[in-house]
């Protein structure tokens, strides 16, 4: 990355826009977080500041979910297209290390409530561990085949980060964050974000696709005024 020019002692504001069934959120999460460390390998001085922000791609799904492999064949008219799909989103994802277990998946699920328990994360711990969590939810869903929108497998998720069992539907947690959902909703409509994953810094960036770390790096790099 040819990021040298000047010496950078700012605070960078970054945003990420994601859902948790959206393979190239788990791909562009991945970028993100290695153009985070080119930049800041260029400029030790460089603080990155990540806001997680999620944005359900379908949030009227049936909280039980649907079938995975009958909802992409519909979705996408027949096997031959998912397989295109998948073997695209694979290739990719091996080239950051993820090995996507698409097989293994037999539920797609409503996130809404996998979303509180990142909210809850959040409040908690801070977007630090919002990350873990993230991960933690990615891996589960495209790694090992879970149905993320089941409580008992949230409350698992939960526990392991020292959270309640109940973080994701506790009653105190759901208008707090139902309000905030809205509100990253109209945001990302006013940045005028087609879609997810979506990346925002500052107010001079903003870009809906998953991107390459070195795009991403210099893009933060522009978004801090000199």
Not at 95 to 107: A, K, L, P, S, V
Not at 145 to 151: A, D, Q, R
Not at 201 to 226: H, I, N
Request: aromatic share 10%; with cysteine; net charge negative.
């Amino acid at each position: 990355m040819t990021v040298t020019e000047t010496p950078v002692r700012k605070r960078v504001q970054a945003e990420f826009y994601f859902d948790l069934i959206c393979p190239w959120c788990m791909i562009g999460k991945r970028q993100l977080e290695q153009a985070i460390d080119l930049l800041v390998a260029a400029y030790p001085d460089t603080v990155v500041d990540v806001q997680w922000k999620s944005l359900p791609l379908m949030p009227d799904m049936p909280p039980e979910g649907k079938p995975f492999q009958a909802f992409y064949r519909q979705r996408l008219g027949s096997a031959q297209a998912v397989e295109s799909r998948r073997s695209q989103i694979r290739e990719v994802g091996d080239t950051y290390g993820i090995q996507f277990q698409f097989d293994r998946i037999e539920w797609m699920p409503n996130t809404i409530a996998a979303h509180r328990l990142v909210w809850q994360a959040g409040e908690m711990g801070g977007p630090a561990l919002q990350s873990h969590v993230i991960d933690e939810l990615f891996h589960a869903y495209f790694l090992r085949g879970v149905h993320i929108g089941e409580p008992r497998a949230l409350a698992d998720i939960a526990e392991i980060y020292g959270m309640s069992p109940a973080a994701s539907i506790c009653s105190s947690v759901l208008p707090s964050y139902d309000a905030t959902l809205e509100y990253w909703r109209g945001e990302a409509k006013r940045k005028r974000l087609s879609g997810v994953p979506a990346f925002v810094f500052g107010d001079r960036y903003s870009q809906a696709g998953a991107m390459d770390p070195e795009t991403l790096a210099r893009a933060m790099l522009g978004s801090v005024s000199a």
